[in-house]
């Protein structure tokens, strides 16, 4: 158990920073890729003056060791110097407030935090880059090159909803294995969760119309595969990204777009080309030119078995009530409608009366829809003495104050199964009254995955959580957290 006694840790201050500036040489010999910048200078401090040394990494498959800050290593060896850094320390992620009037957060990530804490190795590689540019001494590699995290983590399970202060995230190790690893699981939490919040969203306005996640084109390659995995847990059903299907198994879909169109020389010619190679059962993409003269033209050449026609343009709203009008009057009475251009949360509520029948969304879902982030912090909550006591501490600087002591979370509900609270204890379990529900699930054990990481879990857990809100959160309109969060003290009071 922990204490609660209440503490502060120093802040951190900021050393041994390396600025890169790349320039352009020439091509080294074997399979380094093209545009390849020859030369690297870097002004580092303290430990090194001069250019930084970069050799072709040998293997094929990276790590995920160095996705982390300098400053990691570097207090990792200070700690090493000084002897605390095997004391057993617990570190939670949290967030201080959820983005600007959201009314709640979803957390997502979680399997792929996993993934990376499992896979957290330094190898010849990274050693040798950590060596050549003199980042940490000579003892600090060798712990790192037989570095493996064996401690334990728990948190919030994927797909949960979560509050201010939540303790999504709980690790526990030494603070050499747990230290090192927060920015991999900021990074990988902070992104997916942002996106999953936003997707949620998105998922209520569509009330039960189904969304493709298409966003991959307006971010970075390996963000787009975490963003429609993010999408999916939230009640996305399919995504145009063949990386995050073949990856993680999330369903995939795609048609044509307008230079398809382009391409031949009638529409009438590329309709006539797609139906015949995907089917009548296939989308087409209607206004490329004039969306009323390409609907009739592909229904005559489809038939009523038409699949669907896309509209990707203009007055949303207006257009799909003339073609479902023109569709029904065509016989095409099963024809799908889907829409997509630039759309967020709100213009899917404001396409609500409209006759549509699927929603595609790209830009504003794979960047948080306006919070790009979820703002998470990875914060050290408790730590042993020497002589074996827990000590809790926080940190006390203003505007980014923390709550010292190891957490726990139960999501409190009423006779109906209604959430009320997030009620959280300080060193002990809060006081369950018969229906609540524990948040922290076991994730990692010994450093061993444990649980059911499934994206199909993520997803039923997150319909469930958001069923179990008040119905205020699922409002767009801004607002505070749909539920207050309680500290156990809170409640006693």
Not at 197 to 215: H, K, Q
Not at 348 to 362: C, E, F, H, R
């Amino acid at each position: 158990m922990v204490d609660r006694c209440g503490s502060s840790v120093a802040a951190l201050g900021v050393t041994g920073v390396t600025t890169l500036r790349q320039t352009r040489g020439p091509r080294p010999r074997g399979d380094a890729p093209r545009g390849w910048a020859g030369r690297h200078t870097a002004t580092a401090s303290p430990a090194r003056e001069g250019p930084v040394r970069v050799r072709r990494v040998t293997r094929n498959v990276a790590g995920t060791a160095l996705l982390t800050d300098h400053y990691e290593l570097t207090m990792l060896q200070a700690a090493l110097h000084s002897g605390a850094a095997h004391r057993d320390c617990v570190f939670e992620v949290f967030a201080r407030r959820l983005p600007d009037g959201r009314r709640y957060g979803v957390v997502a990530g979680t399997g792929r935090v996993v993934e990376a804490i499992r896979d957290f190795r330094f190898g010849e590689d990274e050693i040798a880059f950590l060596r050549d540019n003199a980042v940490v001494d000579e003892a600090t590699l060798d712990y790192l090159a037989s570095y493996r995290f064996t401690g334990d983590v728990w948190g919030y399970a994927e797909g949960e909803v979560y509050f201010p202060g939540s303790p999504l995230l709980v690790v526990e190790g030494t603070f050499a294995q747990a230290c090192i690893l927060e920015t991999l699981v900021l990074s990988i939490m902070n992104h997916d969760s942002a996106i999953a919040g936003a997707g949620s969203r998105m998922v209520t306005a569509a009330e039960e119309r189904p969304l493709i996640e298409m966003g991959s084109r307006r971010t970075h390659e390996e963000a787009a595969v975490a963003a429609a995995r993010a999408a999916y847990i939230v009640g996305f059903g399919k995504t145009s990204n063949l990386e995050a299907g073949r990856r993680y198994g999330v369903p995939t879909a795609g048609t044509s777009a307008h230079s398809f169109t382009l391409l031949h020389d009638s529409e009438s010619g590329a309709f006539q080309a797609q139906l015949e190679s995907l089917g009548k059962g296939t989308t087409l993409l209607v206004d490329t030119y004039d969306v009323r003269a390409a609907v009739a033209e592909a229904v005559r050449l489809a038939g009523p078995e038409l699949g669907g026609v896309r509209l990707d343009s203009g007055d949303l709203v207006a257009q799909a009530r003339e073609v479902r009008l023109q569709l029904d009057e065509l016989g095409a009475t099963t024809t799908r409608i889907t829409v997509t251009s630039d759309l967020d949360e709100y213009a899917i509520a404001a396409l609500a009366a409209a006759p549509v029948d699927g929603y595609g969304v790209g830009t504003s879902l794979v960047t948080g829809s306006g919070a790009p982030t979820a703002g998470m912090v990875y914060k050290l909550v408790a730590r042993k003495d020497d002589d074996g006591t827990w000590v809790s501490v926080a940190k006390a600087s203003r505007s980014k104050t923390s709550v010292g002591g190891r957490k726990y979370a139960l999501r409190r509900l009423d006779e109906r199964g209604a959430a009320q609270a997030e009620v959280i204890g300080i060193g002990e379990r809060p006081v369950n009254d018969g229906n609540d529900r524990e948040l922290l699930v076991p994730l990692m054990r010994g450093g061993e995955a444990v649980g059911d990481l499934s994206l199909e879990a993520a997803r039923a857990r997150h319909e469930a959580s958001v069923a179990e809100l008040p119905a205020r959160a699922r409002r767009l309109s801004r607002g505070e957290p749909a539920i207050p969060t309680q500290y156990v003290d809170d409640v006693e009071d």
